[in-house]
Nanobody
């Protein structure tokens, strides 16, 4: 499975961005997809996940009510709509795909920078 993120950039606090993650390859093996982020000097943490079959979502408390994860199965693409962005959201955002068996797949990451 290959994952390619896009949509990052530099925005001001309060603005919105939408990240995309295009999956290719053996996408039928994917159980759950998600977004993680890593701020400078910090560990990579979960932002949101969505199941590939039923579309069940899960969010970190810090983004609930502001971020929305979704997927377009026909396009094998996952999205993260980010509203009311805060400087604390500044990080590299990574797309993740967890298969039913085996190791996770990761994208290369996309930088999101929110200025105050």
């Amino acid at each position: 499975v290959q994952l390619v993120e896009s949509g990052g950039g530099l925005v001001q606090a309060g603005d919105s961005l939408r990240l995309s993650c295009a999956a290719s390859g053996n996408t039928f093996s994917i159980n759950v997809m998600g977004w993680y982020r890593q701020a400078p000097g910090k560990q990579r943490v979960l932002v949101a996940t969505i199941t590939n079959g039923g579309g069940v979502t899960n969010y970190a408390d810090s983004v609930k009510g502001r971020f929305t994860i979704s997927r377009d199965s026909a396009k094998n693409t996952m999205y993260l709509q980010m509203n009311s962005l805060e400087p604390e959201d500044t990080a590299v955002y990574y797309c993740n795909a967890r298969p039913f068996f085996g190791y996770d797949y990761w994208g290369q990451g996309t930088q999101v920078t929110v200025s105050s």
